[in-house]
């Protein structure tokens, strides 16, 4: 992919939010230092409803030009290893619905409560993972679900997988960032650097430098091509 249809002296604003400060720093430290001035790396806390919060606070006080959630996530078997890069496709919150005895889990989208799903920009997502693939980090675009309890059990991980095709990784802030930028009708991005894989909780398994150091990596790239 051409990723020169993007300028690499762009003065787009961009604004990424973290959950935790281990992931901004990790962040700030793969900026190269000239692009302090277009990037702002700000704290989102953990879960959907503190990401969308903090966003929307952001947003109403400054003027940006896009919006990106980025951090460490758990990779579903088959998409994502650990150390790799998940690129959303689609900000999926997952768990926004109901439990009925009768058919399992009802999406809003079926409640006609509106929508559990957000696009990710397709063009930035391409020249991406092309110039994350170029600096040797093995990177996959799909669904990305955003759930409020992390998925811990093995049937809880198939149930998730089979209700969301080619779901590749979790996270707990993604939807909540990607709505607050689609009410600013601005363009998304959600970032996932592989610390775990989604299954049976096992936290003495999650390889959290590796997905740090994965992200610092990825990070170096962004003001390139964005
Ligand atoms: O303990 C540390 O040093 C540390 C450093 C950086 C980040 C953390 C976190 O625990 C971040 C929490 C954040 O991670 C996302 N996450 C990671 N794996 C999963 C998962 O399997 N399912 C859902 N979310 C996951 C999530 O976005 C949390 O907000 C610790």
Do not use: C
Not at 48 to 55: F, V
Not at 56 to 76: C, N, Q, R
Not at 146 to 165: C, D, H, N, Q, W
């Amino acid at each position: 992919m051409n990723t020169s249809i993007h300028s690499h002296s762009s003065s787009r604003r961009i604004l990424i939010m973290t959950a935790v400060e281990a992931e901004r720093e990790a962040i700030l430290r793969g900026l190269p230092a000239l692009s302090e001035d277009r990037f702002s790396v700000q704290l989102a806390g953990v879960g959907p409803a503190s990401a969308a919060a903090r966003t929307t606070a952001i947003l109403a006080k400054e003027s940006f030009d896009m919006v990106i959630s980025a951090g460490i996530g758990g990779g579903f078997a088959g998409y994502a290893d650990i150390g790799s890069i998940v690129l959303a496709s689609q900000m999926i919150a997952a768990d926004l619905g109901s439990e009925t005895p009768e058919h399992g889990f009802i999406s809003v989208d079926e409640l006609g409560f509106g929508s559990s799903m957000i696009q990710a920009d397709t063009v930035y997502n391409g020249s991406l993972a092309s110039a994350i693939q170029q600096i040797g980090l093995a990177v996959h675009i799909g669904p990305v679900v955003t759930v409020s309890t992390t998925t811990g059990s093995a049937e809880s991980t198939a149930m998730l997988a089979g209700r969301i095709p080619g779901a590749s990784a979790e996270g707990m802030e993604g939807y909540g960032v990607a709505l607050a930028a689609h009410y600013f009708h601005l363009p998304v991005l959600e970032i996932r650097a592989i610390s775990n894989r989604v299954g049976p909780r096992d936290r003495s398994s999650w390889r959290i430098p590796d997905a740090l150091q994965a992200l610092t990596k990825a990070s170096s790239i962004l003001p390139e091509v964005l």
